[in-house]
C-alpha cells in the first residue's frame, strides 16, 4: 500500500476511535481518491457515515468494500448495524448468521446480536447473546456496559451502577460506562453529578450519541414543558422514519375528521375548541425543539474538548 | 487529485444559489396550495443535484395523480349515491388536504436530509418567505376563479 495512503488510514482510524467523525471522512475521502478500490478504506467509511446515520451511504460504501473483499468482516459487520438502524431485523439476523458460521470465535457477532435484540426489545435473549460474547471475550468492556444497560432496562438500577463501576476502576475514561453512571445518577434524582457524567464524555467526544441523549435527558427532566416535546417525539420516532410520518399523517386526518363531523353536526363551541388545541400543539412542537436544541447548544458551548478530540 | 464523492452528498447545479431550506415549500403547500409547493421542491431538489432528484420528481408527480384519483373515486362515490352531498364534499377535501400533507411530508423529509449535506459542503440557502407570501396572496385572489373553473383546476391546485 502507498506510505501516504497508510498513514491516512491510521489517522482516520484514530479520528474515528476518538469520535471525530468529520476528520475521520476527509482523510478516508483522500485514500478513495487515490485507490478506489481500497476495501479497508470503504469499510471505515462505511464505519464513519453510519456514526452520522447516513444509512444509505453506509450500506453503499460496504457494498463497494465487500466487491474489494468479499470476506471483509469488518465490513459485514458494519453492514449489520447499519441494517439494525435500517430496521431491516430479519435481513439483519441472517447476515450475522452467514458471520458465525465463517468466525464462530469472534465476540463482536454477539455483541452485534445482542444490539439487535435489544432494539428488537427481546432484553432476554440480548443478555444471553452478551454472555455469550463475554464467554469468548471476558475483558471485553463494551459488551460489560451492554449488560448494565440491560440490568439498568430491566429496573435494576443497584446492579447496573455495580457494573458501571466495576468498568470504570478497569478504564476510568470509559465513555458508555460514565454515560451509563449518568442514568443510574438520573435516576435517583442526582441531575448535577449525571450532569458531571455527560460533560466528561463530552469533552472526550463532542458528537457521542450517548452522552448527548443523557444531556438531552437531565434538560427534559429540568424542565417539564420541554421535557414534554423530548418524551413524545422519542415515542412518535422510535420505530423509524416511516411510523413517525404515518403517525403525523394519521393525526392530522383524525383532527380533520373530528373538525368536519362537529361541523356538520353544529357544533361551533366544541369545533373551536378542537382547533385551538391543533394550533396549540402545531405551535409548540415548532416552538419547543427549537428553545430545546439552542439550550442544548448553549450548555454544550460551554464544553472544553480534549486535546485528543 | 480528484475528491471522492459520497452517493448520497449533492452534486450543486448552476441553479444552486437558488435553493431554499425544505420548510419554505412545506409551508407554500399550507400557504399556497400544491401547485407552488411540489414543483419548488422539484426545482430545489434539482438546484442542489440531490442524488435522490427524480426520485422527488417522481413523488410530485405521484402526488398529482393521487389527487387526481382520489377525486375522481369520491365522485364516484358520490353519482352513485353512497355518500350525501355534505358528507361527500367534506370527505373529498380531507382525503385530498391529507393526501397533500403526506406527499408533501414525504417530500420533505427525503430531501431535508440532502440539504443538510448541502449547507456542511458550504452551501448557502435563500429564505423562502417572500415566495411564500406570494403564493398565499396569489392563492387568495385566484381561489373564486378557481373554484369557478371547475374540480379539475381546483384539485390540482388546491
Redo the contacts between chains.
Keep these: 500500500m502507498n506510505p501516504a495512503n497508510h498513514r491516512l488510514l491510521l489517522e482516520a482510524h484514530q479520528f474515528l476511535m476518538f469520535g471525530n467523525i468529520d476528520a475521520a471522512?476527509e482523510r478516508?475521502?483522500?485514500v478513495?481518491?487515490?485507490d478506489?478500490n481500497h476495501a479497508d478504506a470503504h469499510a471505515l467509511?462505511g464505519g464513519a457515515?453510519l456514526a452520522k446515520s447516513?444509512v444509505?451511504?453506509c450500506l453503499?460504501?460496504v457494498q463497494l468494500a465487500l466487491q474489494n473483499e468479499p470476506d471483509h468482516a469488518g465490513a459485514r459487520l458494519i453492514e449489520v448495524r447499519a441494517l439494525l438502524l435500517k430496521r431491516s431485523f430479519k435481513i439483519a439476523h441472517s447476515k450475522l448468521d452467514e458471520l458465525e458460521e465463517i468466525d464462530p470465535s469472534n465476540a463482536e457477532i454477539h455483541r452485534t446480536r445482542a444490539d439487535l435484540f435489544s432494539v428488537q426489545g427481546q432484553i432476554d435473549r440480548a443478555e444471553q447473546a452478551l454472555i455469550e460474547s463475554l464467554k469468548l471475550d471476558p475483558e471485553d468492556l463494551d459488551a460489560q456496559v451492554d449488560l448494565a444497560e440491560i440490568a439498568l432496562q430491566r429496573g435494576d438500577r443497584p446492579k447496573a451502577q455495580h457494573l458501571a463501576e466495576q468498568v470504570i476502576r478497569e478504564q476510568a475514561s470509559h465513555r458508555g460506562a460514565l454515560v451509563l453512571m449518568g442514568f443510574c445518577c438520573l435516576q435517583v434524582g442526582q441531575i448535577d453529578e449525571a450532569r458531571a457524567m455527560s460533560r466528561s464524555v463530552l469533552m472526550q467526544n463532542a458528537e457521542d450519541p450517548d452522552a448527548l441523549r443523557l444531556l438531552v435527558s437531565i434538560k427534559a427532566r429540568e424542565n417539564w414543558f420541554l421535557g414534554f416535546w423530548w418524551h413524545l417525539n422519542s415515542w412518535v420516532t422510535r420505530s423509524g422514519?416511516k411510523r413517525t410520518?404515518l403517525i403525523?399523517?394519521l393525526a392530522?386526518?383524525l383532527f380533520?375528521?373530528v373538525d368536519?363531523a362537529l361541523?356538520?353536526n353544529d357544533h361551533s363551541s366544541a369545533r373551536a375548541s378542537v382547533q385551538w388545541v391543533w394550533i396549540a400543539l402545531c405551535v409548540y412542537s415548532w416552538m419547543a425543539p427549537a428553545i430545546f436544541i439552542g439550550m442544548l447548544k448553549k450548555e454544550l458551548g460551554g464544553i472544553k474538548l480534549s486535546d485528543d478530540f | 487529485?480528484?475528491?471522492?464523492a459520497?452517493?448520497?452528498?449533492p452534486k450543486p447545479t448552476a441553479m444552486a444559489h437558488l435553493a431554499v431550506q425544505p420548510v419554505w415549500p412545506l409551508f407554500a403547500v399550507m400557504f399556497g396550495g400544491s401547485w407552488l409547493s411540489w414543483p419548488w421542491f422539484a426545482f430545489n431538489a434539482f438546484a442542489v443535484g440531490s442524488p435522490t432528484k427524480w426520485k422527488e420528481l417522481g413523488a410530485v408527480c405521484v402526488g398529482f395523480v393521487g389527487k387526481l384519483l382520489i377525486a375522481f373515486g369520491l365522485i364516484a362515490l358520490f353519482d352513485a349515491g353512497v355518500t350525501s352531498q355534505?358528507?361527500g364534499f367534506?370527505a373529498l377535501?380531507?382525503a385530498l388536504?391529507?393526501w397533500k400533507?403526506?406527499v408533501s411530508?414525504?417530500l420533505y423529509?427525503t430531501q431535508d436530509?440532502t440539504i443538510e449535506l448541502f449547507k456542511y459542503t458550504g452551501g448557502k440557502l435563500r429564505n423562502g418567505i417572500i415566495l411564500v407570501v406570494a403564493g398565499f396572496y396569489i392563492n387568495q385572489r385566484l381561489l373564486p376563479w378557481i373554484i369557478k373553473q371547475g374540480l379539475f383546476v381546483m384539485v390540482l391546485t388546491r
Excluded at chain 2, 459520497?6 to 452528498?9: G, K, P, R, V
Aim: proline share 2%.
Design positions: 471522512i478516508l475521502r483522500q478513495l481518491a487515490d478506489p467509511m457515515l447516513r444509505h451511504a453503499h460504501e422514519e410520518m403525523l399523517v392530522y386526518a380533520r375528521i368536519g361541523a356538520i | 487529485m480528484n475528491s471522492y459520497i452517493i448520497d452528498e355534505e358528507t367534506l377535501i380531507i388536504d391529507v400533507i403526506a411530508y414525504w423529509i436530509r
